[in-house]
């Protein structure tokens, strides 16, 4: 059974940090892209970030490029988002995805086929 289970959110000031992890199982982990999205109150579903299958290939939201950083372990079907400078408006449910197959990394929801339940992220203003 096809299985992404995030962790690592919560309840954290202005200005600190958050590691989310996704934890994948069931499916070929290593040839897929794998993204971070999120959705606010009141607000759609926006593409966070993305890595490429062989860690070659990287997409950031320009609202969160050079604060969050995406990484992934294939021996471990792991993929992380390390978030920093977290601000109010970084509160959101943050969801982990994989692409269809074959599908490169993108900003793309279309793109993507599997997802999890989502991690509360709630940064207080």
């Known amino acids: 059974q096809e299985q992404l289970v995030e962790s690592g959110g919560g309840l954290v000031q202005p200005g600190g940090s958050l590691r989310l992890s996704c934890a994948a199982s069931?499916?070929?982990?290593?040839?897929?892209?794998m993204g971070w999205f999120r959705q606010a109150p009141g607000k759609e579903r926006e593409a966070v970030s993305c890595?490429?299958?062989?860690?070659?290939?990287?997409y950031y939201s320009d609202s969160v490029k050079g604060r969050f950083t995406i990484s992934r372990d294939n021996a471990k079907n792991m993929v992380y988002l390390q978030m920093n400078s977290l601000k109010p408006e970084d509160t959101a449910v943050y969801y982990c995805a994989s692409t269809h197959p074959l599908f490169y990394c993108s900003g793309v929801e279309a793109d993507f086929g599997l997802w999890g339940q989502g991690t509360q992220v709630a940064v207080p203003s």
């Open positions: 069931g499916f070929s982990f290593a040839y897929y892209a």
């Open positions: 890595i490429s299958d062989g860690h070659d290939a990287t």
